[in-house]
Nanobody, 114 residues
Framework: QVRLVESGGGLVQAGESLRLSCAAS????????MMWYRQAPGKQRELVAR???????IYSDFVQGRFTVSRDNAKNTVYLQMNSLKLEDTAVYYC????????WGQGTQVTVSS
């Protein structure tokens, strides 16, 4: 089956760091544009970062300079390194890929406290 499994979320204090993982199976992440989205309570799902099939990272303005998206082809896994976390980063984080990984999974919860 084609699937993505997000992990690595948790409860952290503002200013701390987390690394999220997106483990893929069924298709290779290097053949896709892989994207991280997040959805906070009461808000629309928004794009956080993406890495193209050629390996180029692209970031949304509100995380640029703090977050890094990367890929480990040997593990077929995409990562999101999140540094200097803020309260407004609290959300469920999802990964998805175009064109092969087109279904939303359960995501991983990130909660940032003061």
């Amino acid at each position: 089956q084609v699937r993505l499994v997000e992990s690595g979320g948790g409860l952290v204090q503002a200013g701390e760091s987390l690394r999220l993982s997106c483990a893929a199976s069924g298709r290779t992440v290097s053949s896709n544009t892989m994207m991280w989205y997040r959805q906070a309570p009461g808000k629309q799902r928004e794009l956080v970062a993406r890495i193209t099939a050629s390996g180029s990272p692209i970031y949304s303005d509100f995380v640029q300079g703090r977050f890094t998206v990367s890929r480990d082809n040997a593990k077929n896994t995409v990562y999101l390194q999140m540094n200097s976390l803020k309260l407004e980063d609290t959300a469920v984080y999802y990964c998805i890929g175009y064109p092969d990984f087109a279904s939303w999974g359960q995501g991983t919860q990130v909660t940032v406290s003061s």
